[in-house]
């Protein structure tokens, strides 16, 4: 699938096909999605584990529900747990010099092994890891990349997936998970239920709306370009609107065939 | 006691209907569904509304409810333990659980049941 197209195609999947499992080598492009995604001092901002549902007891399965996240996980044949690794910033020093030795981080750009042996510690590292909240907040945006990267690329393989809270309490303590790992999303994996339109792409405000631009001494509204808007439509960055006209019948049908509520 | 016939005018039945687009579907398809309910309710005791009530918090000055956590919790393992006294194959049993709670969705509980998978 082209970029434009799996882009559009992504959406937050809730009807998986509970019967299907999922090929491991997808998971492996889902995590080398996530392994490639941008991020500040080459950190790992992320961890993750890979739960098949059907591994888990099912006081393990039980475990993780919660109000809004309980059909899902009987639904979804796999789980992706994401955490925030809260130790990122360990061993920034090495992963710099590294990338000034690649090439990446240059002197053209104010870049030198003086600065991160002896400046960066205390101008830097220790501004983001003695403070909470921008630990944390540092930590999540980063962390998020990588999991927009594996969700767009769960599609690219033909599967669907959505981001749900979770309760980790109990996983957490059986799985030996380190206090540092900040509970994050947990992603559900599967094939669709139903066709890869999933009800049809969900609805978005115009750019005018949230993207602007500064001319002269104030923002402007981004005002889109119509010829631009169609090539989007032509490569399925923008798709047909949910909801699609046998939408809610679809949704009755799987209601019915899981004996869900309508 | 009461049966699905008189629960057909309740609000909180009517609602449930409308909502689901169950309204538009003929009266013995709407009683089939308001069936089970009404034998719920018997099982407990209790009439539709007092069944939302144990989910539902007192309403807010607001007019803004709050969800029950302990409330809605005891609801759902209500309706399963219900379900199984009917003696219906698997697929029923969810299935018959799952209409319940389509009540309680449709008059604003967010509750979710287990899903019959093949």
């Given at each position: 699938m082209e970029f434009k197209e799996v882009v559009g195609t992504r959406r937050s999947m809730r009807?998986?096909?509970?019967y299907r499992q999922v090929e491991p080598e997808k998971i492996q492009v889902i995590l080398e999605a996530a392994n490639r995604s941008s991020r500040s001092m080459n950190a790992d901002y992320v961890k993750a584990v890979v739960v098949n549902?059907?591994?888990?007891?099912p006081e393990m399965r039980d475990s993780l529900r919660n109000p809004t996240t309980s059909l899902d996980l009987d639904l979804a044949p796999v789980y992706i747990m994401w955490f925030i690794n809260?130790?990122?910033?360990?061993?920034t020093k090495e992963r710099l010099k590294e990338q000034i030795d690649h090439g990446i981080l240059a002197a053209s750009h104010g870049w030198s092994h003086a600065y991160v042996d002896?400046?960066?510690?205390?101008?830097?590292i220790e501004k983001i890891t003695g403070d909470d909240f921008r630990l944390n907040w540092m930590g999540a945006i980063e962390a998020g990349q990588a999991i927009a990267n594996s969700l767009l690329a769960a599609y690219d393989e033909g599967l669907g997936a959505c981001l749900h809270n979770f309760t980790d309490t109990e996983v957490r303590k059986m799985m030996n998970?380190?206090?540092?790992w900040r509970r994050a999303w947990l992603m559900l994996v599967g094939?669709?239920?139903?066709?890869?339109?999933?009800?049809g792409q969900r609805p978005r405000r115009p750019l005018s709306e949230n993207f602007f631009t500064f001319k002269g001494d104030q923002l402007e509204p981004l005002q889109e370009d119509p010829a631009v808007t169609q090539r989007l439509r032509e490569t399925r960055?923008?798709?047909?609107?949910?909801?699609?006209?046998y939408r809610h019948k679809e949704i009755r049908g799987f209601a019915r065939m899981l004996g869900l509520p309508e | 006691m009461t049966t699905a016939e008189e629960l057909m005018t309740d609000p909180t039945v009517v609602r449930w209907l409308r909502s689901a687009g169950f309204?538009?579907?003929t009266p013995a398809e709407q009683l089939a569904q308001v069936h089970m309910l009404a034998s719920f309710c018997n099982h407990e005791g209790k009439m539709p509304q007092e069944i939302l009530d144990t989910c539902l918090l007192e309403k807010t000055d607001d007019g803004q409810y709050e969800i029950s956590i302990k409330g809605r919790r005891l609801v759902n393992a209500a309706i399963d333990d219900f379900a199984a006294t009917?003696?219906?194959?698997k697929h029923y049993e969810i299935a018959a659980g799952n209409s319940i709670r389509g009540f309680l969705v449709h008059n604003g509980v967010l509750i979710q049941g287990k899903p019959s998978v093949p």
């Open positions: 009807f998986f096909a509970p549902r059907d591994d888990l007891t809260l130790k990122y910033a360990d061993g002896e400046v960066i510690q205390k101008t830097v998970i380190p206090d540092h094939y669709p239920l139903g066709d890869k339109a999933d009800g960055m923008i798709q047909e609107p949910s909801p699609l006209p | 309204s538009t579907e009917l003696g219906l194959s």
